[in-house]
């Protein structure tokens, strides 16, 4: 059989395995995004890279697994650029410092916390700020996703959605700090360890406001439903490609993220564009945490030692930790300074790119870094949303 209908096997199965998971997670209370994943988990031990090469040939599963990349790529489009419709300045108005201060703060404090105890541990300088560089990203998607399910609303999620969504940036930022610095002490810094993070936080914010002034012009002359959704999923396509153009290296989130912003804050026509995208995007996501799920690799699990049991710990305190001290420190909601940080633990795509980026920086421990990195993304994958759901019901922002 042709390897694009096999692809379609696949996608279809997971939707309906997707779809079981949401109804039997359902029955012990927990997120629909648990169960995707957990799904995925299954299907990917059940049904693994090695079991397709056998089945359709190791030309055809390769095949097959770049394809579903490209799936994890597109729906990381669509979240960041469902996040940026929470940017309305109007509304960031109202929110004020503290959303920055506290992304600000909790990168910091990740990368302090597991930069500190992993150089208690090992005494080596250049794997503690590696393992803290990684230590700062958070994905936003679990978050939000949990967020809009419950319709949370307060203070805390009101607060959180932007802080995850800045996230992105402060974790470039502290990455390119870390790697400078751990650069240093090989004897081969270089100006350009610090200034690619900036180059490409900035070249994709440029890179969506621009994506965004053509979107507003087109929905504004474009009226039709159909015609608003299928410009929406261009310009998506298109931030997502061009984004990922070596030569470009820009960030997807940041980039999508922007053009989401310029659209909120410069089109009067965008309510529409956003209530329609939030009826087509659930399957999107479902495939993102399938896919997620099936490329977890379990087996690493008991592989990870004192370096991964250091770092998973104590970036959930770092991260915690430094969210209650934004919250002090730009005077925030009480419930702010104690809870936000529990939402900010889940962990995926952006922290094992930077393992993965890391690798030749401390060529040494490349693989165990990588192994610790999607040792923590299963883990935080797992337990993330659910205590993000138990925090949202514990203060009231998820009503029954």
Known sequence: MDTKYILLIYLTVGLFLCLIAGKIVKQFKLPNVTGYILMGLIAGIVLGTHQMESIFGADVAQEM??????????????????????????????LGKAPIVIACLESAGAVVFVAGMMFLVTRDIQLSLVMGAIAAATDPAATILVARQYKANGPVTQTLIPV????????????GICVALARAFTGHFSMM?????????????????????????????????????????????LCV??????????????????????????SHFWEPVFEQLDRMTPPVFMLFFFVTGAGMDVSILPTIGTIGLVYIVFRVVGKITGAFLGGKV???????QKYLGIGLIPQAG???????????????YAKQITAVVVCGTIIYELIGPVMTKVTLKKIGEIKE
């Open 193 to 237: 360890t610090l200034f690619d993070p900036i180059r490409e936080i900035f070249g994709s914010l440029i890179f969506g406001i621009f994506l965004g002034i053509i979107f507003s012009v087109l929905i504004k002359y474009y009226t039709g439903r159909g015609n608003r959704l299928a410009i929406t999923i261009a310009m998506i396509s």
């Open 164 to 175: 995850v969504a800045i996230d992105d940036a402060t974790a470039l930022m502290m990455y």
């Open 350 to 364: 952006v922290a094992i790119g930077l393992a993965m980026m890391c690798g030749s920086v401390v060529p040494a």
């Open 330 to 336: 730009s005077n925030a909601h009480p419930n702010v």
């Open 65 to 94: 697994v770049s394809k579903f990349d490209v799936i994890k790529d597109l729906a990381t489009g669509f979240i960041a650029f469902s996040i940026g419709s929470e940017f309305e300045f109007r509304y960031i108005k109202k």
């Open 241 to 266: 490609s061009i984004s990922h153009i070596e030569a470009l290296s820009f960030s997807p989130l940041l980039a999508c993220m922007a053009m989401s912003i310029t659209i909120v804050n410069v």
